[in-house]
């Protein structure tokens, strides 16, 4: 699993994916996790299987998750505490959750990401004709 962890300028987002990185080698899972800016999001998307948004980006969670299901990729918003969690554990386990989610066609599954589900759904309704 490729993860790529975005936030604004891409400093507490490297944080974050070291963290990740950590968390998966203490479970002995064969992943790589990266850190990004939110410049990199068009381009990337397409390259990875999921992408942790950190929390300042939400309201563009639902154009990247749409942008990510195209290619059968993830997309989720990091919650508030996750730079509180040491260990990795808690975005490694949304990271897994959202692309099991996507790869059963479930759509997103996080449930930090409640209100932007909300906002995609209402999105699309407003899309409709």
């Given at each position: 699993?490729?993860?790529?962890?975005?936030c604004?300028?891409g400093?507490s987002?490297?944080f974050v994916?070291?963290?990740?990185r950590?968390?998966?080698?203490?479970?002995?899972?064969?992943l790589?996790?990266s850190?990004?800016?939110e410049a990199?999001?068009?381009?990337?998307?397409d390259?990875?299987?999921?992408?942790?948004?950190?929390p300042q980006?939400?309201?563009r969670?639902?154009e990247?998750?749409?942008?990510a299901?195209?290619?059968?990729?993830?997309a989720?918003v990091?919650?508030?505490?996750?730079?509180r969690?040491?260990d990795?554990t808690?975005a490694?386990?949304?990271?897994?959750r959202?692309?099991?989610?996507?790869?059963?066609?479930?759509?997103?599954?996080?449930?930090?990401?409640?209100a932007?589900?909300?906002?995609?759904?209402?999105?699309?309704q407003?899309?409709?004709?």
């Amino acid at each position: 699993m490729e993860i790529l962890v975005v936030c604004g300028a891409g400093a507490s987002s490297t944080f974050v994916a070291q963290r990740i990185r950590r968390g998966a080698e203490a479970e002995g899972l064969d992943l790589r996790a990266s850190a990004g800016t939110e410049a990199m999001l068009p381009g990337a998307v397409d390259t990875v299987d999921v992408v942790l948004l950190g929390p300042q980006l939400a309201d563009r969670a639902p154009e990247i998750r749409r942008r990510a299901a195209l290619v059968g990729a993830a997309a989720a918003v990091l919650p508030e505490n996750v730079f509180r969690d040491p260990d990795g554990t808690a975005a490694l386990e949304l990271a897994r959750r959202e692309l099991a989610a996507v790869r059963a066609g479930a759509g997103p599954a996080g449930p930090a990401d409640t209100a932007d589900t909300a906002d995609a759904d209402h999105s699309a309704q407003e899309d409709s004709p």
